[in-house]
């Protein structure tokens, strides 16, 4: 069975953008992302990319810009990164919507994972429960999302990029 990090795109990877992503070519890449991605990557990790996206703006065609960034970040990374995003509203209660580990199991029944030896790298409290329902025993989190944590997320290691919370992974999984 293969091991897997898991990490949201807006927050982790990209700055997140107000009315989620209306434009892939003004996408903010953070400082240090390419260089986590391509180490996490030849150490042999899957990189699963999980998320919620809704259409916040009428008239734009989300699923195309989604592909669209979607192949903007696969073509800087030297391996395969995959992407499972719920594009449900809110109020459908589907089980991929984070904090349902839907997003997750899919990965683990698609690719093989064994998530018992898998992470998170998290920039939403969503994020974070998500992967404690889905029983993924490394979950840190960056500081680069935003929106209040709980208490319990309160006490994971925070790092301030996704290349530092991508050390600290690597030594737990690795």
């Given amino acids: 069975m293969s091991k897997a ?9 990209t700055a997140p953008q ?6 892939p070519s003004s996408l903010e890449v953070f400082s240090g992302v390419w260089e986590a991605l391509n180490t ?20 734009i065609d989300y699923p195309a810009l989604l592909v669209t960034t ?12 995959l992407f499972k995003l719920c594009v ?19 990965f683990q029944e698609m690719l093989n994972l064994d998530l018992a030896s898998s992470a998170m790298i998290a920039s939403k409290e969503t994020e974070a429960e998500g992967a404690r329902q889905a029983e993924l025993p ?6 680069t999302g935003r929106g209040e944590w ?13 290349l530092e919370a991508s050390q600290h992974v690597l030594e737990q999984l690795t």
């Fill in 18 to 23: 107000k009315y989620g992503v209306i434009d």
């Fill in 88 to 106: 449900h509203h809110i109020a459908a209660k589907c089980g991929c919507r984070l904090p349902q580990p839907g997003l997750i199991t899919a």
């Fill in 150 to 162: 709980s208490k319990a997320s309160e006490e994971l290691p925070i790092y301030d990029t996704l």
């Fill in 5 to 13: 990090v898991f990490m949201g795109r807006a927050g982790t990877i």
């Fill in 40 to 59: 996490m990557g030849q150490r042999g990790l899957f990189l699963a990319v999980v998320g919620s996206e809704k259409a916040a703006l009428p008239n």
């Fill in 70 to 81: 979607e192949q903007y970040i696969a073509n800087m990374v030297a391996y395969p990164i």
């Fill in 138 to 143: 490394v979950i840190v989190r960056v500081s």
